[in-house]
């Protein structure tokens, strides 16, 4: 039987309007970034989003917000889109990506039809503090504690090549295992010229290396998922990244950049002898 990934796809539900100052990210209203900014999309093409998301495979479905953390508004926001969206009884696993959240918040999306919470440590504890000045990674970890004990399915990842050592890597993978997540995003940095942070691209073989690097301290259990720039450092090596360990993909665009055509990744998975995981295999996960 060929070896199932599981596609996810990402709905950019509020955009560009985060006040924080982390040198990565081009939503951050600080850097003036040329991207398109608004502060709520409209709930039905949400619900369409989510609709093309099931049609081109994916069986979990990501509602992201710009900014630091949940506030009263975006609380409202989520639970509106969530509810919308199961309404529809497309089989998604809905996840919310909305910052720094209290237990109380996260109960409410939980009640409010949300399956899982992605909150990314980015890097290392140490490392952080020189990507960003206006909040601190150890909230970042709270949150995710308190999004395991709420119940909710934990993404927990980050994103390599921000110019920290592999001494930070390796740090990071090891915060990522405490937390126990159900899947780990893996994202790639792809620099804006209007970002402070300018790094190069990571070289395919390094994305590699780290792949299997993060697979061997993860364990068999978590999902392994390339998401933001896989496309960029694996190029037409990104089965390559199967291989080493990956076992989950982003479909679809990101959050402010062009991700790969959906049939294009279906006809790749096919032609390397993989399958696309359906709904009845998240069978029995929140």
Same mark, same amino acid.
């Given at each position: 039987?060929?070896?199932?990934?599981?596609?996810?796809?990402?709905?950019?539900?509020?955009?560009?309007?985060?006040?924080?100052?982390?040198?990565?990210?081009?939503?951050?209203?600080?850097?003036?970034?040329?991207?398109?900014?608004?502060?709520?999309?409209?709930?039905?093409?949400?619900?369409?989003?989510?609709?093309?998301?099931?049609?081109?495979?994916?069986?979990?479905?990501?509602?992201?917000?710009?900014?630091?953390?949940?506030?009263?508004?975006?609380?409202?926001?989520?639970?509106?889109?969530?509810?919308? #969206?199961?309404? +529809?009884? /497309?089989? !998604?696993?809905?996840?919310?990506?909305? =910052?720094?959240?209290?237990?109380?918040?996260? %109960? $409410?999306?939980?009640?409010?039809?949300?399956?899982?919470?992605?909150?990314?440590?980015?890097?290392?504890?140490?490392?952080?503090?020189?990507?960003?000045?206006?909040?601190?990674?150890?909230?970042?970890?709270?949150?995710?504690?308190? #999004?395991?004990? +709420?119940? /909710?399915? !934990?993404?927990?990842?980050?994103?390599? =090549?921000?110019?920290?050592?592999?001494?930070? %890597? $390796?740090?990071?993978?090891?915060?990522?295992?405490?937390?126990?997540?159900?899947?780990?995003?893996?994202?790639?940095?792809?620099?804006?010229?209007?970002?402070?942070?300018?790094?190069?691209?990571?070289?395919?073989?390094?994305?590699?290396?780290?792949?299997?690097?993060?697979?061997?301290?993860?364990?068999?259990?978590?999902?392994?998922?390339?998401?933001?720039?896989?496309?960029?450092?694996?190029?037409?090596?990104?089965?390559?990244?199967?291989?080493?360990?990956?076992?989950?993909?982003?479909?679809?665009?990101?959050?402010?950049?062009?991700?790969?055509?959906?049939?294009?990744?279906?006809?790749?998975?096919?032609?390397?002898?993989?399958?696309?995981?359906?709904?009845?295999?998240?069978?029995?996960?929140?």
């Amino acid at each position: 039987m060929a070896k199932s990934i599981f596609l996810c796809a990402i709905s950019n539900i509020a955009s560009g309007s985060c006040h924080e100052d982390c040198g990565f990210c081009t939503q951050s209203v600080r850097w003036r970034a040329d991207i398109e900014r608004y502060k709520a999309k409209p709930i039905e093409t949400i619900v369409a989003e989510a609709r093309a998301a099931r049609s081109a495979g994916a069986v979990g479905f990501c509602l992201v917000t710009a900014g630091k953390g949940v506030n009263e508004r975006t609380l409202a926001f989520v639970c509106e889109a969530a509810r919308a #969206v199961q309404a +529809e009884e /497309l089989g !998604l696993k809905l996840i919310a990506c909305n =910052g720094t959240a209290s237990r109380e918040q996260l %109960r $409410e999306m939980k009640a409010a039809g949300i399956n899982a919470y992605n909150h990314n440590l980015e890097t290392s504890e140490s490392f952080y503090p020189k990507i960003c000045t206006t909040h601190g990674w150890r909230e970042r970890y709270e949150t995710c504690e308190n #999004v395991n004990s +709420e119940g /909710l399915d !934990l993404l927990c990842g980050g994103i390599f =090549g921000l110019g920290e050592s592999g001494a930070d %890597r $390796e740090d990071f993978l090891q915060a990522v295992k405490s937390l126990q997540p159900k899947t780990v995003p893996l994202n790639f940095f792809i620099t804006n010229p209007a970002l402070p942070l300018q790094q190069p691209v990571m070289a395919s073989d390094e994305a590699l290396f780290w792949v299997r690097r993060a697979r061997e301290v993860l364990g068999d259990k978590p999902r392994i998922m390339l998401a933001g720039g896989k496309e960029q450092a694996f190029g037409d090596r990104l089965m390559e990244g199967l291989e080493a360990g990956a076992n989950s993909l982003v479909v679809g665009n990101y959050l402010t950049t062009t991700g790969m055509d959906s049939r294009a990744l279906h006809d790749r998975l096919k032609n390397a002898g993989y399958a696309v995981a359906d709904t009845s295999e998240c069978k029995g996960e929140k």
